[in-house]
């Protein structure tokens, strides 16, 4: 089991920054990919960013390409995601998630844990 907690989130005026982190705890050896989806009110759930463990290599959805980066501290287990700027569409829960199996990790079928979110919201 991998467990994960997120942190970081609050209210933020529109073209202001935060940074979301999420702590592994648990059996991170096991991880071999970790994201960042979101949910806002009456949507579903979607991704938004990952990344893999080994090696690094990232993946952003066009909504936030550019203004948002997933980055990772193997030796913490912990990995982040800045964003910035934010606008009043972001404003969402935003969940971690870790997968163990090897895949392109785009949707969230693929993520075996998750962790319970941290509200973002963005005023205009």
């Known amino acids: 089991q991998v467990q994960l907690v997120e942190s970081g989130g609050g209210l933020v005026q529109a073209g202001g920054s935060l940074r979301l982190s999420c702590a592994a705890s648990g059996r991170t050896g096991s991880v071999y990919a970790m994201g960042w989806f979101r949910q806002a009110p009456g949507k579903e759930r979607e991704f938004v960013a990952r990344i893999m463990w080994s090696g690094g290599n990232t993946y952003y959805a066009d909504s936030v390409k550019g203004r948002f980066t997933i980055s990772r501290d193997n030796a913490k287990n912990t990995v982040y995601l800045q964003m910035n700027p934010l606008k009043p569409e972001d404003t969402a829960v935003y969940y971690c998630?870790?997968?163990?199996?090897?895949?392109?990790?785009?949707?969230?079928?693929?993520?075996?844990?998750w962790g319970q979110g941290t509200q973002v919201t963005v005023s205009s």
């Open positions: 998630a870790a997968g163990r199996y090897a895949g392109g990790y785009y949707a969230e079928h693929e993520y075996d844990y």
